[in-house]
């Protein structure tokens, strides 16, 4: 028997690679194209609940196209930042699709962040109006960042209207954003209505919650406007969902098994999910006034669409260090 390794890449090491997002983009629009035709392997995600609202999911998928096979291990805890530690953490595995061994382990914490955003990208690209140009973040934390830098790379994206409970992680995103987008102007919206109204892009990024308190009304989302709910219905009350003309998600089968754990209590059924939209088997976006959502679930199809190009980038970059199995 031959020695085996695989390649540690840390969180450091993934983000000294910086994948791109128009790469990050492309290579989710490949996976969704083959979701889609029916060529990929996408089991719902199982998972294990130590605490309220809190989660850690384990997240497989195979990609043929793209030699990708393998799984995410991955945590969700909303306490965390409050004891000085990341809101999401976890690893990914790569496997080898001929042999099944693993070949490398890497944190999860940079890729699930921007492949987040770029599958909201994916989903307005469809959905949205291409001359979208205001765009509205509710929840200035890691989201609310790689949602405004996904955005920005697909749309004309002229003012940004941003809105946190907390006011000093709203006022540090804005000073942020504004130092990485000069040409864009950033204002502090004073709650999420004046987001909501103001935006024709809307990005819902707080924590995912079973049982939500949500905010936004009937008649807040302008018509025309296209939603991103990253934190799912927790910011979206019924009658607000109800207005929505078509609501996508990224996986049918994981909304409906998220129904079965309590979720979704109040959100229509989608029209279609996003391997559909892409491969034109459902239209996206027919009328300028109609009302969008992406209710995008995050998929093991995303990690695996975007880890393995970040693997190879890292091999070629000398990053990353060799474990023997």
């Known amino acids: 028997m031959r020695t085996l390794s695989l390649l540690y890449l840390s969180r450091q090491d993934v983000e000294r690679v910086a994948l791109d997002l128009p790469t990050i983009i492309e290579l989710l629009e490949k996976a969704f194209r083959e979701k889609g035709e029916g060529r990929v392997e996408l089991p719902p995600k199982p998972g294990i609940h130590t605490l309220p609202n809190a989660f850690i999911h384990a997240m497989p998928a195979y990609i043929p196209l793209l030699h990708a096979a393998g799984i995410k291990w991955v945590s969700g805890y909303p306490e965390n930042p409050k004891r000085g530690l990341p809101y999401i953490s976890g690893l990914i595995i790569l496997n080898d699709e001929e042999t099944g061994i693993p070949y490398a382990v890497m944190d999860c914490t940079w890729i699930t962040a921007y492949r987040t955003g770029a599958a909201s990208a994916l989903s307005a690209k469809y959905l949205a109006r291409p001359d979208s140009y205001t765009l509205g973040i509710i929840g200035c934390g890691v989201q609310g960042r790689t949602h405004t830098e996904a955005m920005t790379t697909l749309f004309p994206i002229q003012c940004v209207y941003a809105y946190d409970i907390l006011l000093s992680a709203q006022e540090k995103f804005l000073a942020e954003m504004q130092r990485k987008f000069p040409s864009i102007k950033f204002k502090g919206a004073a709650g999420p209505k004046e987001v909501v109204t103001q935006s024709e892009i809307v990005i819902t990024a707080g924590p995912i919650l079973k049982n939500p308190n949500p905010t936004i009304e009937k ?76 209710m995008n679930l995050g998929l093991a199809l995303d990690d695996m669409a975007v880890a393995p190009t970040i693997y190879q980038r890292a091999k070629e970059m000398g990053l990353g260090v060799l474990l023997e199995l």
Request: aromatic share 14%; charged share 25%.
């Open 219 to 294: 008649d807040w989302l302008q018509p025309g406007a296209f939603a991103s709910a990253v934190d799912f219905d927790s910011y979206w009350k019924g009658e607000a969902l109800q207005q929505i003309d078509k609501l996508a998600t990224d996986d049918l089968a994981q909304m409906e098994y998220y129904r079965t754990l309590g979720y979704f209590k109040e959100t229509p059924w989608p029209y279609a999910d996003l391997g559909e939209i892409v491969t034109g088997r459902k239209p996206g976006r027919q009328s300028p006034t109609e009302r969008t959502m992406a």
